[in-house]
């Protein structure tokens, strides 16, 4: 990443159909975390999330509830916002396709500068996924059904709609991918992009029949019979919302001329990696710089679904065990480039080990020495002996949140063994300049603890730091064990 440069950082625009699930808090989560980090660098950062509200999908369950589809997808947003808010995410804006001003003019201004001779009206007649709004070609379809959507119904749809001629960009798009202008994190999606894009592309169906929509969508410019194709309009809200619409300073200044990331699902990375790009080079706007593509969370083994009974709600996490806990699950427990499994029981023993009996206990017996001791710390030195080779920076900037979780656990544990073979506690007596001297290596290697714990648990971070600073123990302990 680039030291300097203002940081556009965004999450994919959920859909709102349903409640948030425990993908859209692992999202959230690690798009904070990289925010977080790069604001303690001292760099300005952006950090936009939002709500995909103009996809059929809403529409369909907004009919079942019986409720209009602007106020449905108005309220549901709020779950959204209120998650981000209570898994301690620092978002600066929050954007709303459905109803937003500047998201509708941005997608029309989208539309209108791309360049004539790539987008083309044409009749079209194929099998549509409503659950990816997708067309899906031969190849996309097992047993007569999307693999990614089973039980639901592929529609046969035949209308005239607008094509984007993705076919214009294919040499474009290998070039600013195989040169990592265009950076695809992990190496393994690289890949499947490059290899997605040199199996040949199709042309990418930008519009819907009005009708079809049920009217509800952004209207195509200059033409009152059709809506946008819903990840035509969504993708541009990245944009929109830091003002593209009037070329504001904000999107000069985070977009035209700052760094972009976009945190996204393994699902959705052929929309950012390929279609987005291809639509703003189309449009003469900066392709983004940075897609980190993170990998699903499935419970025992399975996609987590509520026909199985093995969806975890973020709110059982947070419920149970805090923010501070679920952000520790999610960003260790959870790997940022592969699918990991989380069950009730796994969530359970991961806290307990790393937060209960790890952090939590360290902290006490700590605090605990100092306050008896009166030993106050102003000012510390880092001095990290657990893993001198390790760089935090380093790990930070190529996106492995595991591998830098993993190195504070590891300083944790260093710490909890230094104590066990040092006994200040017991030297004190004995030996009292020797156990001060211990106790404030101690102290001096857990306030830099604290430090590497602020992008990912900031407020126990911060508890520590202030513990340390003000010569206290904790009230009540910091992650109570659960039986
Ligand atoms: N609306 C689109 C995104 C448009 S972005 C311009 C969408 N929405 S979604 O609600 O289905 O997914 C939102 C994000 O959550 C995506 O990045 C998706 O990959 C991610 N996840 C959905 N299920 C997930 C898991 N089970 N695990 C981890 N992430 C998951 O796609």
Avoid at 72 to 98: H, P, R, Y
Avoid at 223 to 243: P, R
Avoid at 381 to 407: Q, R, Y
């Amino acid at each position: 990443m680039s030291p300097k440069k203002p940081l556009f950082i965004s999450t994919a625009i959920p859909y709102v159909n349903a409640k948030p699930h425990l993908g859209h808090a692992l999202e959230f989560v690690e798009t904070d975390i990289i925010a977080r980090y790069n604001r303690l660098l001292g760099k300005e950062v952006f950090f936009l999330s939002g709500t995909d509200d103009n996809a059929s999908k809403n529409v369909e369950i907004a009919e079942a509830a019986g409720v209009p589809i602007k106020e449905f997808v108005s309220t549901q947003a709020e779950n959204f916002k209120k998650l981000l808010q209570d898994l301690g995410c620092e978002n600066n804006d929050f954007i709303q396709t459905g109803i937003e001003e500047r998201h509708i003019k941005g997608a029309q201004k989208l539309w209108n500068l791309c360049k004539k001779g790539d987008i083309e009206l044409r009749k079209y007649k194929g099998l549509y996924c409503v659950g990816c709004e997708e067309f899906k070609t031969d190849k996309d379809i097992v047993n007569n059904e999307c693999p990614l959507h089973p039980g639901r119904i592929l529609q046969e749809i035949e209308e005239e709609n607008y094509f984007f001629k993705l076919k214009n960009y294919e040499k474009e798009l290998l070039d600013l991918i195989e040169s990592n202008k265009l950076k695809i994190v992990p190496e393994t999606r690289r890949n499947e992009i490059l290899s997605f894009i040199k199996g040949g592309l199709n042309d990418l169906s930008i519009s819907r029949s009005k009708e079809r929509v049920k009217n509800w969508g952004i209207p195509v410019p200059n033409d009152d019979t059709q809506m946008m194709y819903v990840w035509f309009d969504a993708l541009s809200n990245y944009i929109n919302a830091l003002g593209f619409a009037e070329n504001s300073e904000k999107f000069q200044k985070f977009w035209e001329n700052g760094e972009s990331i976009h945190v996204v699902g393994k699902d959705i990375s052929r929309f950012h990696a390929v279609y987005w790009p291809a639509m703003l080079m189309s449009a003469g706007i900066k392709t983004p710089d940075i897609i980190l593509v993170h990998g699903f969370i499935t419970s025992g083994g399975q996609k987590m679904s509520k026909s199985i009974g093995n969806v975890i709600d973020p709110y059982d996490l947070i419920n149970e065990y805090g923010a501070e806990a679920a952000r520790y699950i999610l960003a260790r427990h959870v790997s940022v480039f592969e699918d990991s499994d989380l069950t009730k029981e796994s969530i359970k023993e991961y806290y307990n080990a790393g937060l209960a009996n790890g952090l939590g206990n360290l902290v006490s017996r700590i605090m605990k020495m100092a306050t008896v001791f009166g030993i106050k710390l102003d000012k510390y030195t880092k001095l990290n002996v657990a893993g001198p080779d390790f760089s935090f920076d380093e790990s930070m900037n190529s996106f492995e949140i595991n591998s830098v979780m993993n190195f504070i656990w590891t300083r944790i544990a260093y710490l909890d063994g230094y104590i066990q073979v040092e006994e200040p506690f017991k030297k004190i007596k004995i030996k009292p300049e020797e156990a001060k001297n211990n106790l404030i290596f101690i102290l001096n290697e857990l306030r830099d603890i604290a430090e590497n714990l602020l992008p990912f648990l900031p407020n126990t971070a911060k508890n520590i730091i202030y513990l340390i600073e003000s010569n206290k123990s904790p009230e009540t302990p910091l992650f109570p064990r659960k039986d």
